[in-house]
């Protein structure tokens, strides 16, 4: 693994509850998309001496259904199902989760994401096992396993490549904005500052600001992450970009970087 800091489970069998975390060298949005997207989890979720996941179906929003399906080393067709209740990209998801092994109870999954130095802190919480303790024990162990599979596959992906550096132009809604904020649009752009120190903290950014252009002025964002799909994300998960107040941005590789 990236990152010397093994997933671990506890099962807490009173309480029916289990709470697992892992450190995984890559960032949230990264994270989230490997734990959501239907192209994603049959890469990772499974290993041939226990089971394989072959398909996984997502509606990815509030009120969406999700359902994974796959072959056990058996043989045997297995699946798992649910519902999201809450979608906050890429640093929350709650959802249900009905499991036949289970006997098809209905218990709620909890991922929480928080960007650290090294890369994305995750927390899963499992709640609902009531009195089945045995199914609350069996829960956690395989809730560590399945973490350690999602560190491993994101752990090769990043080995598989070096760090990109990307350009990435902020337009804003009007030529003079920089000149005419509302109030409104102030608290806006000190929201986008927050999130712009938060990805230098993290090292994904490597120097912002705005750029005196005679037509107007631009935000200048140069981000080192591995692909343009990272750099996408990094972006759409800024304030001003999720306003729906005419921001937009550009990005362009670097074709070389003298650092």
């Known amino acids: 693994m990236a990152i010397q800091d093994k997933p671990r489970a506890i099962a807490d069998i009173s309480a029916g509850t289990i709470l697992a975390t892992v450190t995984i060298a890559v960032p949230p949005e990264r994270v989230f998309r490997a734990i959501t997207a239907e192209d994603q989890i049959p890469l990772w979720w499974g290993a041939d001496n226990m089971y394989r996941t072959t398909k996984h179906t997502a509606d990815v929003r509030p009120g969406g259904a999700w359902r994974s399906e796959g072959k056990g080393a058996d043989g045997q067709d297995f699946h798992v199902a ?17 499991a036949p092994w289970d006997g098809d109870n209905l218990t709620t ?15 899963l919480r499992h709640d609902g096992f009531g009195s089945r303790r045995d199914s609350c024990r069996d829960h956690g162990s395989g809730w560590e396993r399945v973490l350690g599979w999602l ?15 990307f350009h990435c132009r902020l ?9 005419t904020l509302t109030e409104e649009e102030r608290a806006l752009m000190n929201a986008h500052a927050d999130y712009l120190r938060g990805l230098l903290r993290e090292g994904r950014m490597m ?24 750099a ?8 001003v970009a999720r306003s729906g107040r005419g921001f937009r941005y550009e990005i362009l590789p670097m074709m070389s970087t003298i650092m």
């Not at 649910?82 to 009905?98: A, I, Q, S």
């Not at 596959?153 to 550096?165: G, M, Q, Y």
């Not at 750029?211 to 799909?229: K, Y």
């Not at 994300?233 to 800024?238: I, K, N």
């Open 82 to 98: 649910g519902e999201y209740l809450e979608v906050e990209p890429p640093h929350r998801l709650v959802m249900t989760w009905k």
């Open 109 to 123: 999954v909890t991922y929480t994401l928080e960007a650290v130095e090294n890369g994305t802190r995750l927390t």
């Open 151 to 165: 560190d491993e596959f994101l752990a090769k992906e990043t080995a598989a490549r070096s760090p990109s550096v």
């Open 171 to 179: 337009i804003p809604p009007r030529p003079d904005f920089a000149f």
């Open 207 to 230: 120097i912002a600001g705005p750029v005196a252009d005679p037509a107007g002025p631009w935000g200048l964002l140069i981000l080192q992450v591995g692909t343009e799909a990272d």
């Open 232 to 239: 996408r994300a990094v972006t759409e998960g800024d304030p």
